[in-house]
């Protein structure tokens, strides 16, 4: 063991576009680093904001949320849906104090296996430099769950 | 014609059922108060400081019969949305209001709505001075403010209990399997359980702030379903309560919905 900071990056992404961007980078034999841990979900719009919290509280240090692109949506608008929860929410979250700088949300196509190890390798290199998240993991072992 | 004729007249005449309003209660507060009779309409009283719509959607008061009720703008906004909502019909309540000290009757969605038009809508000096210093703080001193604020929340669900639109009969909070939001009133339950209660008032909240004068240890609690409320204002450009057609922000959307976080 080394004692330098290996961050905890959960990715919740949707079943059908960044999933299967993630295999193909896999299948397309691309590195990237593995700090990630992927929960598949059936649409963006299945993401409920409470997942979020729940990452965190967790032992999250980073989040990913990732899924089709607009019009791409394998249920026609789970996306849509999901992008007005999300600009609603972030503005709670930065309200309330919590690091908006943790989450990243992007859109990865099921062809955009190169652009699923960018995203990664960079939110990856961005928590790794802004620590572990300490304040809201400190909240969760404050009190019984 | 005054608030007390005027109930006892609506209620001789069997227009309504009941009448809600004010009395004066222990230490000068002002407590709601239902009368049911003429001779109870003399305890009747205009000026409360409470939302009384939080009450029309209770199956007790419901099986009243039809109500009238004694109106800020505040509580035409969530009469307005709860409509919208489908939890109460045009005709099952009849509004009044104080205009230059007569009391006037709304009678339909419609007169609502031309008498909200005519008044405008200002929060109070007292939240606008919080709200700014709060936007003058770092990210850092927010969460801070906000720890300090939560660390006292009992979590008694006055807030919950206090508006308008939280009807539900079975509430996320109550929900124990699986456990949603931790019940104790500990840090993380806390900050989830007012966290949760902002998303589910985003694009409902008429802003009465009527939790934060519920809030017996005095959290401005308001300000987190006024945030919420505020930005889909800013970002869609609609609000709660404006219109007695269903009109909800967070169950729609707009193809061309402008972020800039999303890459």
Known sequence: ????????????????????????TGTSRIKYQSNVRVLRLPCTGRIDFMLLAKAFARGADGIIISGCHPNDCHYTSGN?????????????????GIDTARITFSWVSAAEGAKWAELVNEVT????????????????????? | MELREKAKQLLESGDVKAVLGFEPGTGGVRRPAFARSAAQAEKLVFDGEQNLA????????????????????????????????????????????????????LTDAQAIEEYLALTAKELPAQDRELLERLGG?????????????LSRCIKCYACRSSCPMCYCEHCTMDCNRPQWVPVPSHALGNLEYHMVRAMHLAGRCVECG????????????????????????????QRAG?????????STFRPDDKETFIR
């Open chain 2, 54 to 105: 939080s009450y029309v959607t209770h199956k007790e008061v419901k099986r009243l019969g039809r109500l009238a009720l004694v109106a800020r703008p505040d509580t035409l906004r969530a009469l307005l949305q709860l409509m919208g909502e489908r939890q109460l019909k045009e005709g099952d309540v009849l509004p009044l209001v104080l205009e230059d000290g007569q009391v006037r009757e």
């Open chain 2, 210 to 237: 009527d939790c934060g004068r519920a809030c017996p240890v005095g959290i401005p609690i308001h300000l987190l379903t006024f945030n919420a409320e505020e930005s889909v204002h800013a970002q869609f450009g």
């Open chain 2, 242 to 250: 404006a219109s007695a057609k269903l009109d909800y922000a967070m």
């Open chain 1, 1 to 24: 063991m080394t004692d330098t900071f290996e961050p905890k990056i959960t990715a919740f992404v949707c079943n059908w576009c960044t999933y299967a961007g993630a295999d193909l």
């Open chain 2, 137 to 149: 703080m770092t990210r850092q001193e927010r969460w801070d403010f906000w720890q300090k604020e």
């Open chain 1, 80 to 96: 849509y849906h999901a992008r007005r929860r999300w600009m609603i929410y972030r503005n709670l979250m930065d309200f309330m």
């Open chain 1, 125 to 145: 290199t961005g928590i790794r430099a802004m620590g572990p998240y300490t304040e809201y993991q400190e909240l969760a072992n404050a009190g019984v769950e």
